[in-house]
């Protein structure tokens, strides 16, 4: 249920793409200072990039010294975005930026999940639903920033999510979420509604009825 104030921007099914675009250099200057991304995410970034990393180089409030980002060790969230982007579409030239930036994030649940952090996580968590339920946790251990993030379980099928604020592009996240559910080889529906003073909330549907 969507509350007063609120409005359901998007719901996101697994396998439909998103459509349009959006202003990335808005974006970067909507990134707050305080907010950063671990190095290992900033990495596989590289990969995809290649040779086109070093047209942006300049772009970035801090590039990584000797050609490699430190895995945890915190940089820009701002550069992340910049360099996020641009992979996206490097990857997904053929798609919109919206969808492209959600599927670039589908890896980074793999990321995570060969970290120290991400091992440990796992180690106790069984199925989509617990994942779900330890965002809270993996976002502030893995990007830290002036947020508040919390999750609570609606039934057994559906964790809902708030950030307050969101900072970002809510798409990206909603990647990130769907490939948390990849791994465990099932299907998701996830309803976005923005709220008053930047709250952003999904609720997350997992496995549902008639899907594997």
Known sequence: MVGWGAVLVETVHSGIALQGAYDVEAEVRSIPQGYGVKGMFFDRLLIVLGQDFESLRATLDKPPERGRYVAFRDY????????????????????????????????????????????VTLAVASDARSVLKKVPFIYRSLAPGDWDISAEELNERTVRLDFRPFIGRWEYAVGQFEGAILHYGRRSIIHVSEHPEGHVRFDVEHAFAGEA
């Open 76 to 119: 820009p969230g701002a550069d992340f975005v910049r360099l996020a982007a641009a992979a996206a579409r490097k990857a997904y030239p053929r798609l919109g930026l919206r969808e492209a930036i959600r599927r670039l994030a589908f890896d980074d649940f793999k990321v995570f999940a060969d970290s120290t952090v991400g091992k």
